[in-house]
C-alpha cells in the first residue's frame, strides 16, 4: 500500500468533486473456477484500490458525503479461515494503513444502504463488471438488475482523478515497465525455429512471477499476429515467421506495462517483412512525436495511419491520395484497432467505467459505427499526467482481403493484386508507453530495442 495520506488525500479530492449522497465501492470476490474453494487468483476492482488500497476480497466502502462519514465494511478471519489460511493482518489494521477509523461487519452494509435511501439520499455507484457485484447492487438496492443506474456524476469524478498520474503512480508503472522490457528480451533471446509459442509464453510468466509480478493481461505471443488478441499459443516457431510479443506485467500494488514487439524467428526479417516493419515504426515515431498535452488523441491516430498508408503506397499495396485513403477509411484493410489507450491501474485503464468518459468526452464522442475509428479507445485531448499507448500496427488478414475484393471495396486506393501476394504475411505491432509532459512526453521504463537493424543484431547473438 501507499501512505494513509495517499488515500486519505484521494478520497478528500473525490468529495470535492460530488456534491450529495453516499458514495458506494463494491470490493472484488474470490471468482471460483469450478467449485468453491477452487478460485481464479484474487485481483481487487481498481476503483476500490485507487481510494482505499486494501487487496481482500469481499470488502465494500462508502463515502456518506451528507454524513461526513468514511467506512469500510468487511469481516475478519474466523477461526475456521485461520486454520486453513495462518494467521494475517487483521482487516482493521489493514484499514488504519489507509487511513480509516470506521471498520464494520459486512452483514451491516445492507441496514446502511437501506437507511441512507429512506433518509433521502442519493446511492451513487459505479458500473460492476462482475457478475456476483451486479447481483449485489440489485439485492442492495432493491432493484432488478436491469434498472441498475450507475451514477454519471461518480464515474466522471473517477475519471478525472485517476488519468492523472501521481509520481508514486508512476513509479509503479516504471517497476512494471522495468519487468516487462526483461521479458521482451528474453522472448528475443530464445525464440527459435523449432520451438512451440507457449515455451516462449511460459518463459516470460515464470520470469516475471520469479520477480513476485503477475501479468497484467494473457500474453499474446503468436506467429499469427494479425490476429489482434491471439490466444492460441501451440503453433511451432518455424524459419521466415515473424513473433509478435504483447506482454506486459503488473506490480504487487496493480499497476500495468503494455509493450509489443514484432521480430523474425530467424536471424534476420524478410525483405517483405523489413519494409512493412520500417514503415510500422515510422508510424509509430511519428505518433510518438505529436504527443502533448491539448492534442486530440484522435488526431494523432489519424496521423498515424496517414504514415502507414504513406508507405503502404510506396511499396505497391496501396494508391491514391494518402489523405484522402485515410478520410475514406481504406487504410483499415491494414490497420483495424485504434492506436493506443489509457494505461495505469488497468492495462486499459478505468475500461470498466466506460469508454465514452474515460477515452472521450460529451464534446468529442466515440465513433461507434465506422470499422477502424469505433475500435480506437482514446480520442480525447491529452493531458499533462496522462499515461498511454501507442500502438500502429499493420494486419494482413485473409478473411477481411477476400471480402472487400469481392465487393470492389476502395478499389481506387488498394492494389488488390499485390495485395494477395501477402496473404500469409502475418501482422506486426510496436508498442511503447509514455507519461504526457508539460513539454510533450516522456518514455516510461527501459527503453527497449525497436529498429529493425538492432533486432537483427540482439537475434543474430543469440540464434544459431
Known sequence: MFSSLTYQHRRDILQDHVDTGLLLFLGNIENPINFEHNTYPFRQDST??????IQVPNLAAVIDL??????????????????????????????????????????????YISKASLSGQSIHYLPPYQSANKIRLGDLLTIDIAQLKP????????????????TQEIAQIEEALRISVDMHLLAMRMAKPGMKEIEVANAIRHLAADQGAPLAYPPIVTIHGEILHNSYQLNTLKDGDMLLNDSGAETAMGYAGDLTRTFPVGRTFSSKQREIY???????????????????????????????VAGLIDIGLMKGDPDEAVRQHAHTLFFQCGLGHMMGLDVHDMEDLGEQYVGYTPEQPKDTQTFGLKS?????????????????????????????????????????????????????????????????????????????????????????
Open 278 to 308: 520500417d514503415i510500422v515504426l515510422q508510424s509509430f515515431t511519428d505518433a510518438r512525436e505529436l504527443l502533448r498535452p491539448g492534442i486530440a488523441f484522435k488526431d494523432v491516430h489519424i496521423s498515424a495511419c496517414r504514415t502507414l
Open 48 to 53: 476500490f484500490l485507487y481510494y482505499f488500497g
Open 151 to 166: 451514477s454519471e456524476a461518480f464515474i466522471k469524478a473517477v475519471v478525472a482523478q485517476r488519468s492523472i498520474k501521481e
Open 66 to 111: 451528507d454524513n461526513q462519514r468514511i467506512v469500510v465494511f468487511g469481516d475478519e478471519l474466523n477461526i475456521d479461515q485461520i486454520v486453513w489460511m495462518g494467521r494475517q493482518e487483521t482487516l482493521r489494521e489493514k484499514c488504519d494503513k489507509s487511513g480509516i477509523t470506521d471498520c464494520r461487519p459486512l452483514s451491516a452494509l445492507k441496514d
Open 376 to 464: 480506437l479507445r482514446l480520442g480525447k485531448q491529452l493531458e499533462e499526467g496522462f499515461v498511454v499507448t501507442v500502438e500502429p500496427g499493420v494486419y494482413i488478414i485473409p478473411e477481411l482481403i477476400d471480402r472487400w475484393q469481392a465487393e470492389g471495396k476502395h478499389a481506387s486506393f488498394i492494389n488488390y493484386d499485390k495485395v494477395n501476394e501477402y496473404r500469409d504475411f502475418g501482422g506486426i505491432r510496436i508498442e511503447d508507453n509514455f507519461l504526457i509532459s508539460t513539454s510533450g512526453y516522456r518514455l516510461l521504463g527501459p527503453e527497449l530495442v525497436k529498429a529493425a537493424d538492432d533486432i537483427e543484431k540482439l537475434r543474430l547473438d543469440y540464434v544459431s
